[in-house]
């Protein structure tokens, strides 16, 4: 009976497939809350990207190792290129993936190890000169078009390819132009007073520096971290020379691209945006040296047509009679001056002869008799009408009040009379009036 039932127990045992155990090992990972957030750090290994943009690779330390995965969705925001060997901060989840059995963290978010504490310092001194009108486009001086000698401050190793992509693109592009090195280190702890000394040595008038490129080739952020450097930037926005910055790679932004006059993507674009294109100024100086031409042709042909207008003018074909018109008008003018002055003159003296011909300038002595006598008969009248003449006889003249006195009725007792006689005058009082 002991055998039966345990045969029966076997029987009764329930098997499940791979994919339902890695199914259910996975929803189990999925519902426990601590791996749904998960904050790792660790070195990329075994690197490798995927076309559609997805990135898988191994995460590990000194004594363990775990899978990891990064969607494109997330990967699409990373501000570095990830390559092996990188230490790294990575946010995300830990699931299981149940094709390999195998669990693994699902990343949504990757930095750079120490790359979280540079970016908030970075954008704190990015804040601090903008404040203070580092970035400002007023600033910002023209990169001249046509240079003559080109400064260029960047590492001068052979293995670095930023001197050997600016130089040789300086020299393909615009050869007339002459390049002066100004070797510095671009990484480390010392790279920004290296940079520092450069820009002010680049700065001196001895060397005619028509623009000066500042930059190196791309790297991690703390690699590019001596031109996120505030003394870096100052020295940048104190050169009087119009400064390029050419620092890394298109994704990669420092605060010496802020502040340089001009910011390249990469040192090769730098290079590019420093100087012409010798063959595309020689193919400018053509079509000037066309337009120039048919300009000047153009204004020969002009000036030739005036020519020829002029030349067949009245006036050139006539040259005389112009002057003889003028010779009539003055003739004209001669004579009506001429006429003129006669007709003054003998208006002149006409009225002499008329003045002279007068009784007053012939006998003098005659007006001044007449008019004495005429004179004398004018006094002799005003003597006749003169009332004083009346006193002379006896008579008198009475005022009272100013007013000669006419009637009795004009008077009254205590008035004050004026009595004018012949040589005086006599005050009186009214006593009576009958």
């Known amino acids: 009976m002991k055998v039966n039932d345990n045969m029966d127990e ?3 045992i329930k098997y499940y497939s791979v994919t339902q155990y890695n199914t259910s090992i996975k929803n189990y990972l999925d519902g426990i809350p601590q791996l749904n957030d998960v904050h790792i750090k660790g070195e990329i290994s075994n690197w490798k990207g995927a076309t559609r943009g997805h990135l898988y690779f191994t995460l590990k330390d000194e004594e363990s190792r775990i899978s990891a995965v990064m969607f494109s969705s997330a990967a699409s925001h990373l501000e570095f290129t990830p390559k092996e060997g990188d230490k790294v901060l990575v946010d995300g989840r830990i699931s299981a993936y149940p094709t390999s059995g195998t669990y693994q963290v699902y990343i949504n978010k990757m930095v750079l190890d120490g790359e979280g504490d540079l970016l908030k310092k970075l954008e704190e001194l990015k804040k601090k000169l903008a404040a203070e009108g580092l970035f400002d486009e007023a600033h910002k001086k023209p990169i001249p078009k046509f240079p003559k000698r080109i400064g260029v401050i960047t590492s001068s190793n052979t293995n670095q390819a930023a001197v050997h992509d600016i130089i ?7 050869p007339i132009c002459e390049v002066i090195l100004f070797p510095a280190m671009v990484q480390g702890e010392q790279a920004k007073f290296d940079i520092v000394k450069q ?10 520096l028509d623009t000066l490129i500042v930059g190196r080739g791309g790297g991690s952020i703390e690699d590019l971290w001596a031109f996120n450097e505030e003394i870096v930037a100052r020295a940048i926005y104190n050169s009087n020379v119009p400064i390029i910055s050419a620092v890394g790679h298109d994704i990669d932004y420092t605060i010496a691209d802020f502040v340089a006059d001009l910011r390249a993507a990469t040192p090769t674009a730098g290079a590019e945006l420093a100087v012409p294109n010798l063959a595309d100024v020689k193919s400018m100086l053509n079509q000037y040296q066309i337009r120039s031409n048919n300009a000047i042709s153009t204004k020969i042909r002009r000036l030739k047509d005036i020519l020829e207008k002029i030349k067949k003018s009245y006036v050139l074909q006539n040259p005389l009679a112009s002057f003889e018109i003028k010779e009539q008008k003055l003739d004209e003018l001669i004579n009506r001056l001429n006429t003129n002055l006669i007709n003054k003159i003998n208006n002149a003296k006409t009225r002499y002869n008329t003045l002279i011909s007068k009784r007053i300038v012939k006998h003098p002595e ?6 004495k006598n005429q004179m004398e008969l004018m006094i002799n009248k005003l003597e006749l009408l003169n009332p004083l003449n009346v006193l002379k006889k006896g008579y008198t003249v009475t005022e009272v009040n100013d007013k000669p006195l006419k009637s009795i009725k004009d008077v009254k007792v205590n008035d004050k009379l004026r009595i004018k006689v012949i040589d005086g005058e006599i005050n009186a009082n009214v006593e009576g009036v009958k």
């Not at 040789?168 to 615009?174: A, D, E, G, V």
């Not at 820009?199 to 005619?208: F, L, V």
Request: charged residues 35%.
């Open 366 to 371: 005659e007006m001044f008799i007449a008019y």
């Open 168 to 174: 040789t693109t300086i020299n393909r592009r615009y």
């Open 10 to 12: 076997e029987k009764q």
């Open 199 to 208: 820009i002010e040595e680049a700065n001196d008038p001895k060397y005619c």
